[in-house]
């Protein structure tokens, strides 16, 4: 069983930056897509971010488009999700998780297709 840790998140103001990342045990990290999902008070959690287990294909929600950047280090076990301008509609919970489909090739944008998830870091952009 994988576990995943993020770590990363924290309190900044409107247009700041902030890097999350997902470090990942067990040897078999390299082998699985990944991704980034968000859930904000009172809402659902949400897609934001995908990445193909080579890493050389990647995904993103139209909210985040031209702002996040998701990448991987297969060599450290480690998912990245680089968050530039940040807006304070980005407040959330940001969960990384890996998914069910051994090298598939995507793009997954459901949570029904990860099945192991880290425990969270918050995000909290102030105006």
């Known amino acids: 069983q994988v576990q995943l840790v993020e770590s990363g998140g924290g309190l900044v103001q409107a247009g700041d930056s902030l890097r999350l990342s997902c470090a990942a045990s067990?040897?078999?990290?390299?082998?699985?897509?990944m991704g980034w999902f968000r859930q904000a008070p009172g809402k659902e959690r949400e897609f934001v971010a995908f990445?193909?287990?080579?890493?050389?294909?990647?995904y993103y929600a139209d909210s985040v488009k031209g702002r996040f950047t998701i990448s991987r280090d297969n060599a450290k076990n480690t998912v990245y999700l680089q968050m530039n301008s940040l807006k304070p509609e980005d407040t959330a919970v940001y969960y990384c998780?890996?998914?069910?489909?051994?090298?598939?090739?995507?793009?997954?944008?459901?949570?029904?297709?990860?099945?192991?998830w880290g425990q969270g870091t918050q995000v909290t952009v102030s105006s």
């Open positions: 990445i193909t287990w080579s890493g050389y294909s990647t």
């Open positions: 067990g040897r078999t990290f390299s082998d699985y897509p």
């Open positions: 998780a890996r998914c069910t489909y051994y090298r598939a090739p995507g793009p997954y944008y459901s949570s029904k297709d990860f099945s192991s």
